[in-house]
């Protein structure tokens, strides 16, 4: 496991880590709103490897060690009225985030891998598969939604919580990593605070930024419905959802799940915003027979 930069036909720069064989199939991971790479964790990505993948993660624009956007400035009031709908305008949308994933795919010679998003990853996973559909062989979709608003919304009391910053520099970030990780944990599957801390300092080395985090956001929240397009997907689908996440609300992943036909739903109880450690393995079993349900389409 080496870190790499990948720069894209369009000028982009991703910085990616592999796992596993390189001659296994390609399985992609995409990781939520302003979160780099390290937020899959390793044992997962050995758990997703050992199913037989070639896994792939990667800090997305903005995130980590990638290309920043900062000559497009956001303000919280910007985020803020993006919200309620009020402002529709963002540096980029989730279209563009898709096409990166396709670029990266590109850049590593793949035609086609499996992939598998979480959160703001699983909306940018669902993009893909939609816009570039000849370069999903499968989708998984974790704690994510649709687009619609009137379903995977947010718990009201985590308003503004994404844009505090807990105090200036890495010792602000990390107490605000951990007050966020308490609203939107669960008590049986939460990390426990070393771990998050833990986190957050690898992710604040990565080069975390509020200005990057704010773009992510106004990508979600300018972000279309789909529901009507993944309903003409073909790709064999898993939604993975807690039944307890306050970020998502669980209806975003029962409307992915409706939405797009075939698809499969986990839904798992006291799970809330997080992928629980102690359920790696059973998520990397899932999303390897998903997986496997892309031979039987293309048959």
């Not at 850049?107 to 699983?122: E, K, N, P, R, T």
């Not at 799970?271 to 359920?279: G, K, T, Y």
Request: charged fraction near 20%; glycine fraction near 10%; aromatic fraction near 6%.
């Amino acid at each position: 496991m080496t870190e790499r930069l990948a720069t894209l036909d369009s000028g982009i720069t991703l910085a990616y880590e592999t796992f596993g064989d390189a001659d296994d199939p390609a399985l992609l991971l995409v990781m939520g709103l302003g979160c780099p790479m390290n937020w899959w964790r390793s044992g997962f990505c050995e758990e997703l490897s050992a199913q037989g993948f070639h896994v792939i993660r990667y800090d997305s624009r903005d995130v980590g060690r990638s290309t920043r956007f900062d000559d497009h400035p956001v303000t919280r009031r910007q985020v803020a009225a993006a919200a309620t709908g009020r402002w529709r305008r963002a540096p980029y949308g989730l279209s563009d985030l898709a096409a990166d994933a396709a670029g990266l795919l590109d850049a590593l010679g793949i035609d086609a891998a499996h992939v598998v998003g979480q959160s703001m990853g699983g909306m940018v996973a669902q993009t893909l598969a939609i816009e570039h559909p000849d370069r999903v062989l499968s989708l998984t979709s974790i704690m994510s939604t649709t687009g619609r608003r009137t379903v995977g919304w947010q718990h009201p009391r985590l308003a503004g919580m994404l844009l505090a910053t807990g105090g200036i520099g890495e010792e602000g970030y990390v107490r605000q990593s951990l007050r966020s990780a308490r609203a939107i944990s669960s008590r049986r599957y939460g990390l426990p605070p070393a771990a998050v801390e833990a986190r957050a300092r690898e992710t604040y080395a990565r080069g975390w930024s509020i200005q990057g985090t704010m773009r992510h956001m106004l990508a979600v929240m300018t972000q279309p419905d789909r529901t009507r397009a993944l309903g003409g997907l073909r790709v064999p689908t898993l939604v993975i959802h807690g039944g307890a996440d306050p970020m998502v609300d669980p209806s975003g992943g029962r409307a992915t799940a409706a939405a797009v036909p075939g698809a499969q739903l986990m839904m798992v109880p006291g799970m809330a915003h997080e992928i629980p450690v102690d359920l790696e393995s059973l998520f990397a079993a899932a999303i390897a027979r998903n997986s496997r349900r892309s031979h039987a389409h293309a048959r």
